[in-house]
């Protein structure tokens, strides 16, 4: 097993204040320096996002008050037919991934967040799949506020990121809207065991690539995030506070045809202490179709992939990772 070795500049910090703020020739100079990362290891960092330090600090410190909780509580809120609460460890073991043999769950414990509806929400009430409402602990009474705020954010920070990615593989800046309208968004709250001396394939969470289209991750307080290199070798992005980490997922590399195919990443927590992290996954409309893209193909180049019904992706994926849906309900989340 190669070791993680230093960024080596293969991870680019980039600044996204003057394409936030609008400043002429600002998107295009920024889906440059991305198309160049996205071309290579697929990960960036970016700095001046724009999210207050107090939305992470608030997020994280929420996420460890709950893991703090006693396992009963925990438990009385764990997943069921759909991915919504808590997660015990040892419940998930990544069985579609195409980098790594993964035989052994993740030495970890999560707790996801979705879109939070009310009971009368009209897609709750008409059972559209995939839909469901949040597990609030009863016990922490911040919790739902501080989590919920990130996730409004981090929403907005993703969309705003779009006509980046669009610009990157030479299209018009809108090109992603009209697959965007009612994006798919989780929030998964993580706490990785101590592993301070790495059995033998037993991983934090094993190496995988994200399935969605962008993931954003806020710097955890401690390393543990490793990304492969083409070559074969795990490097670290570079550690900044108050940065995110963002990377591409599956659905980005199939609208690329693999121009963007994301990158296999792993978690090992080489500490003695637990680690939290708290990444935002931001994915297409579950009606969406995911499509090559026109800037991506031509003469010796056809696409790769047939059309994809984001939906249907899903239900693949939760079928065969999670413990839980072992022979579950076809149409569950």
Known sequence: ??????????????????????????????????????????????????????????????????FDLEMERKLALKVGELNIG?????????????????????????FYIVRDRAPDDPDILAGKPFVGLNRWPEALPEFRAATTAYFQAMQGLAHRMLPVFATALGLPRDHFDADFRD????????????????????????????????????????????????????????????????????MLGRYSNDRFAPTPHRVVNAS???????????????????????TCTGPGNPPRYEPLLYADHRRRLNRTNFEHRQGGKPEAG
Request: aromatic share 8%; with cysteine; net charge negative.
């Open 272 to 294: 003695d202490q637990a680690r939290y992290a708290i990444p935002f996954f931001y994915g297409p409309d579950d009606d969406a179709i995911i499509r090559v893209v026109p």
């Open 86 to 110: 808590y997660l015990p460890k040892g419940a998930q073991t990544i069985r579609t991934s195409t980098v790594h043999a993964n035989r052994k769950p993740n030495l970890n414990e999560s």
């Open 183 to 250: 994006p798919t968004c989780t929030l998964r709250l993580i706490r990785y065991d101590p592993q301070p001396r790495q059995a033998e394939d037993q991983f934090g969470f094993a190496p995988h690539i994200d399935t969605n289209f962008t993931t954003y991750l806020a710097q955890s307080r401690l390393p543990g995030l490793e990304v492969r290199t083409r070559e074969g070798t795990w490097i670290r992005p570079p550690a900044i506070p108050g940065t995110f980490v963002v990377n591409t997922g599956e």
């Open 1 to 66: 097993m190669n070791h993680a070795a230093g960024p080596e500049d293969r991870i680019p910090v980039l600044d996204l204040a003057p394409f936030l703020a609008g400043e002429p020739g600002a998107l295009p100079d920024l889906a440059r320096h991305v198309a160049r990362t996205c071309e290579d290891t697929g990960f960036l960092v970016v700095a001046n996002h724009g999210i207050p330090q107090e939305l992470i600090a608030e997020c994280f410190a929420e996420a460890a008050r709950f």
